[in-house]
Nanobody
Framework: QVQLVESGGGLVQAGGSLRLSCAAS????????MAWYRQAPGKEREFVAC????????YYTDSVKGRFTITRDGAKNTVWLQMNSLKPEETAIYYC?????????????????WGQGTQLTVSS
């Protein structure tokens, strides 16, 4: 079992930066792929970024490449999402996910474990 708790959301102006944190419990955290998703009002939840447990490779959705960075610290059981140059359309609830699987075709399939989400609001 893995429990995830996100934090760090808030209100930021367009062009600003914010860092989200996801604290995980569970002894097997270090062997889980970790990811961030987001869900804007009236839209489906979408993949943002992931980090692979074995080797630390990272993958991003095209719209955030070069602006967002996902990192993790196994010793602290924490994964972060550094977000720069934020845009109003990125206003959403951001969710942490554990245990997902990347596919050869480029799709990332989320794992079973989700956090409760943290709200990010980007004002124009």
């Amino acid at each position: 079992q893995v429990q995830l708790v996100e934090s760090g959301g808030g209100l930021v102006q367009a062009g600003g930066s914010l860092r989200l944190s996801c604290a995980a419990s569970g002894r097997t955290f270090s062997t889980y792929n970790m990811a961030w998703y987001r869900q804007a009002p009236g839209k489906e939840r979408e993949f943002v970024a992931c980090i692979i447990w074995n080797g630390g490779r990272t993958y991003y959705t095209d719209s955030v490449k070069g602006r967002f960075t996902i990192t993790r610290d196994g010793a602290k059981n924490t994964v972060w999402l550094q977000m720069n140059s934020l845009k109003p359309e990125e206003t959403a609830i951001y969710y942490c996910n554990a245990g997902g699987t990347p596919s050869l075709g480029g799709t990332y399939y989320p794992g079973t474990y989700w956090g409760q989400g943290t709200q990010l609001t980007v004002s124009s």
